[in-house]
């Protein structure tokens, strides 16, 4: 399974990005799509994930601020952050578990100016 995440950039805060994920290759039992991030000096850590049946979790720092979507025909997954603060900045990057299996992306820069 490759992985191409896209979307990433600049904004200042409180604005919006939309970032996307395309999975490519043996794509065929993919089951959860999700973000991961991490800022400069941080360990990464979880934003958000979606299964096949459309359940979505995220992390409390962002519940509110944060969407996940996908669209299986197009096998890519979306985060739309809305309301960006400055301690949003990081790498994210998309990950797809297939039977037990973890792909990462090679990760978006995104970064919130005060």
């Known amino acids: 399974v490759q992985l191409q995440a896209s979307g990433g950039g600049l904004v200042q805060a409180g604005g919006s990005l939309r970032l996307s994920c395309a999975a490519s290759g043996s794509i065929f039992g993919i089951n959860v799509m999700g973000w991961y991030r991490q800022a400069p000096g941080k360990q990464r850590e979880l934003v958000a994930f979606?299964?096949?049946?459309?359940?979505?979790n995220y992390a409390d720092s962002v519940k509110g601020r944060f969407t996940i979507s996908r669209d299986n025909a197009k096998n890519t997954v979306y985060l739309q952050m809305n309301s960006l603060k400055p301690e949003d900045t990081a790498v994210y990057y998309c990950k797809v578990t297939k039977a037990l299996e973890d792909y990462w992306g090679q990760g978006t820069l995104v970064t919130v100016s005060s």
């Open positions: 979606i299964t096949n049946g459309g359940n979505t």
